[in-house]
Structures are given as C-alpha cells and as structure tokens.
C-alpha cells in the first residue's frame, strides 16, 4: 500500500518557485516596456523540459553562477503560465481567452512540453472550433511556421542537395527530372513532418478543412508568403476539392513570387528566369496531375510555362491529345477525388456580424441559468435574425416597427473604438402599441444585461434583473422623443427628442455606471456610440 501527496507535492514546488535565495537561471522574456525576468533552477527546468535541458548547455554562467536565457518572442503573460506549469502541473484557462491559449500552445510545443500542447490542441478543437475556423489561414500558416521548421529545413538541405544532381538544360532535360521521386520525397517529407508534429488534433482539424475548402488558403491575401512545406503538403493530397488548373495557376503565382525580381510581362523571360521558376518550383510540380487537364487548358495555361516542365513530359502531353490510348513514358497521377462538400457553418458567416458560437453558448446558458456554459455541440438555441442596424438603419422608430410582437430576443452592439459586445435579454414581446407619453415600464424577473469577452476585453460580464419591476422601459410615441430598446440601465436611447439622428450617433446610448435596476454594471463609462446592432429571435432547436 502507498500513500500520495501530490497536493503537498504541487504545494512545495509552487513556494520553490517564488524562493529566490537558491535560483541559478534567469529566464528573459518578452521586450521593451513588457520585458520581464524569472527566477528558475536549473535542476527543475532540466528534468521537465528537453528544450532547456538543450539551452542551459549551451549557456555559460555569469560570476554568479547563474545563466540567463533570453526568450523575447514569449509574451509575460504566457510565460507565468508556463512556469506555473512546470512548477506545479497546472494550467488554469478558465478565464483566459482563446487567442491566448492558441498562443500558449504554440509556445509550449517550443517549449517541447508535449504533453500540455497537444492538451490545449485537443480543447481548441473540441470546445473553441469556431474561433479557429475564424482565423483558418492565419493559423494554418503559424502551425507551419512554429511546428515544421525542422521539416522545412530538411526539404530545403534536400531540394539543394537535389539541385545539384539534376540536369536543369531546358533543351534537354533529364526525363526523370519530374517524377522520378515522387512517391520517395513524399513518403520522407511526411515522415520528418510527423516527427516534428504534436498538433495532431489540429492538423487533423485543419487538414480537412483545407481538403474540402483550399481556397480558404489559396485566396488568402498571404497565400504566397505559404511556407514550401505547407504548400507540398497540400498538393499530395488526393481528394484537394479543387480543379487541376486552378491549383496548377495557385503554384505558378506561388513560385513567382517567390522569385519578385522576374519580368512582369512572361514575354520578356529569358531563358535563366524560366530556370529560376523551375527550381524554385522543383518540388511541387512533380504533385500536379497534368493528364487531368483539359486540352483547352494545357494550350492556354500550361504551354507559357512549358520550358519549366521539360521535354519528355511536354511531349507526353501532347502524345496523350492526338493517341489518348497510347502509353506515356511520364508518370501519370491519379485524378484527384472531387466531392461537393459544405463548410461548416460559424455563426458570423451564417447569420451575425457580431457574435461567435461561443457567445450564443454562453447566453445560452445564462437563459436557461445554468452554472456551467453549453458546449459548442450540446446549445438548445439556434438564433433566427431580426434586425441589422447596419442592413436597416439605426433610426429607432425602425426598431420597434421590425421587432414588435417578437418575444425572447436579444439585442447585441458592437461599441465604437473599443472590443466591447454590450447586449441584453428581453423574454417579453416587444410592444409599439404603447403610445403614451408617460413612461412604460416592463415587468420580467428572466431579463439579464451583459458584456462579451472579445479582443481586449477577457471576461464577460452577466448581470441579472433585480429591480423586475423596471427591466425594461417602452417608449415609442410618434408626438413624443422615441427610444431605441431599453434594458434598465442599459439603454440604446437618444438623450434628446430625435427625429433626425439615430443610434450611430455620438454617445447617446447610455449604460450606467452605478447599477440601479441590474445586479451590477457591464461596463465603466456611462454614455457610448455603437458600429452596429442585431436583434435575434431566440429559438429552440
């Protein structure tokens, strides 16, 4: 029998980190103003990471003793996390928002703390899969750039090693200077990336997003600044839902502007820029299916280029057009397996400019008073637009013209020159027949105001109903001034009577500071202009 302390345990190394009597690392991280140093020992740093087992080696020590590593590409924030981690075993992302995590990964697989990213890959996948599809191509290209250096590198040795064996006479080239190695470079190249990949989750994530939807990258404004490695691995793919042509036109752009001192106008090459072209493209034209294009294609696209495909495969092509039946000394590629698939849905590119799946889940939960937030798979509610201020107009009146009759709805805005969501639920129906010049109040004790984290702002802020009395506040009178929705003290209103201004203008919506009807205030200033609204119907699934 044997008994476990691991709490004690945790406990002793969390107080070993902030000891700083026997430290003899000195950790730098981030710069300028935000540059900070961390105590650390070697001792603890060795036995849990690989990575500075690596660095202390290769770091002499000062008079002191002490060796100082310098990391300025991590960020304060995620190091503190870090070294928690690697004092205590623990990571605490309740209330840390998703571009922190991500970047917390990445910074862990540098960091060759295996374990803790493929941890955080698997949750960015299962629970925040609508922020990374949000920012598919940024990522697609960090996961390349932090997680496949070691296999660039390799490809890169490889192609120069390569360059070197090839007959690159475009008069009379090698037959084979093509597709004598495909099967083997790509069986390499996949090797040495799996070995360097511990984003499994994602990539698998990833991968199939860019095999049913490549124009998410190939369109992206970066696309050409694509790393060699992340461009190959696309092309090996066999069911790339994508026509031979266009991704015959992605390479070709790619690879000449890789090259930006080659001639605008194709007419002026010369020989050397088509070899330029050639080898900078040596690894990705073996993986182009040439025999499924079409012969209109291979005339117009392909035959400007046909110096940088060589003389065997040039001919073959032609051979394939006038005796179709006949064999090719060319190795001919299967065709790619084209399907018609559908690109999951976020919920900005479905129906809101403003919000994300994870904010319906969050005020989904707070309807129906949970005390946990419904995963992305698991919310009752889908939302059913409305309303867009943007789409519309602001005017008031045109608020309660579209949303009368309408019951359990919420209203978002986006704030001018902040990342604030400000919003409320309002479970009754929204009334213009109340045409008094005095106020009307709704009385509700499900009604709740709240801010979302977004950008800037980590945490979001509910505040429930206390004064149910006075949830909401009805104005819309045609001889009087008209208000925009009314939640208490959050309030999309005009300050003055309207007429001719609306809900853009200069600070007239207003959201009290010191909290009279709602539990507590959702943000510190009281009067804000708004870029635009949404008004959602909220609608079980």
């Not at 932090?146 to 360059?163: C, G, L, M, P, R």
């Not at 001639?263 to 073996?286: A, D, G, I, R, V």
């Not at 208000?483 to 609306?502: A, E, Q, V």
């Amino acid at each position: 029998m044997s008994f476990k302390f691991f709490d004690t345990l945790s406990q002793d190394f969390s107080e070993l980190l902030n000891d700083k009597k026997e430290y003899n690392v000195i950790i730098e991280v981030d710069k300028e103003e935000n540059k900070k140093s961390f105590t650390s020992h070697s001792v603890v740093l060795r036995y849990r990471s690989t990575y500075f087992t690596k660095e202390l080696e290769n770091t002499a020590t000062n008079e002191n003793h002490v060796k100082t590593i310098i990391k300025p590409n991590i960020s304060t924030q995620i190091f503190e996390i870090i070294l928690k981690y690697i004092y205590c075993g623990v990571v605490n992302i309740e209330n840390i928002e998703t571009k922190i995590i991500y970047e917390l990964m990445i910074v862990a697989n540098e960091l060759e703390f295996e374990e803790l990213s493929e941890k955080l890959g698997s949750y960015l996948v299962e629970s925040k899969a609508s922020w990374l599809r949000t920012y598919f191509s940024h990522i697609y290209h960090s996961i390349f750039d932090n997680n496949i250096i070691n296999s660039t590198e390799s490809v890169q040795k490889e192609v120069a090693e390569n360059s070197n064996k090839r007959q690159l006479d475009f008069d009379e080239p090698s037959t084979d200077c093509l597709h004598d190695t495909i099967t083997p470079q790509s069986k390499k190249r996949k090797m040495t990336t799996n070995r360097c990949n511990e984003f499994k989750g994602l990539n698998r994530f990833y991968n199939d997003i860019i095999t049913k939807h490549p124009n998410l990258i190939f369109e992206y404004e970066d696309f050409t600044s694509l790393q060699e490695a992340a461009l190959i691995s696309i092309l090996e793919k066999d069911n790339l839902q994508l026509e031979e042509i266009e991704i015959w036109d992605y390479v070709i752009k790619w690879g000449i502007a890789q090259n930006p001192t080659l001639p605008k106008n194709l007419e002026e090459w010369s020989k050397e820029n088509f070899k330029t072209l050639k080898t900078t493209l040596q690894q990705c034209l073996p993986l182009i299916r040439y025999f499924h294009i079409s012969e209109k294609d291979i005339w117009e696209k392909l035959k400007p280029y046909r110096k940088i495909l060589g003389t065997q495969l040039w001919d073959d092509l032609n051979q394939q057009l006038i005796f179709p039946n006949q064999p090719v000394k060319s190795l001919v590629l299967p065709a790619r397996i084209i399907s018609n698939p559908e690109l999951p849905q976020r919920v900005n590119e479905q129906i809101s400019t403003i919000i994300n799946e994870e904010h319906v889940a969050e005020i989904s939960s707070w309807i129906d008073r949970k005390s946990t937030i419904y995963s992305l798979t698991n919310v009752p509610y889908k939302l059913q637009l409305i309303l867009r201020g943007s789409k519309v107009g602001f005017k008031p009146k045109t608020f309660w013209n579209m949303c009368n009759g309408h019951a359990g709805t919420i209203v978002v805005a986006k704030v001018a020159e902040t990342d604030e969501i400000l919003g409320g639920y309002n479970p009754l129906a929204w009334d213009n027949s109340k045409h008094r010049i005095f106020n009307t109040y709704m009385e509700t004790n499900d009604s709740f105001i709240f801010s979302l984290k977004n950008g800037n702002i980590q945490n979001s802020i509910l505040s429930r109903v206390k004064a149910k009395s006075r949830a909401h506040y009805y104005n819309y009178n045609d001889h009087h001034e008209i208000w925009g929705p009314c939640f208490g003290d959050l309030k999309f209103l005009f300050k003055y009577r309207s007429r001719g201004y609306d809900l853009t203008n200069e600070k007239i919506c207003k959201c009290s500071s010191n909290s009279i009807y709602y539990e507590k205030p959702i943000r510190t200033r009281e009067h804000f202009s708004i870029l635009d609204y949404e008004v959602f119907k909220i609608v079980k699934k």
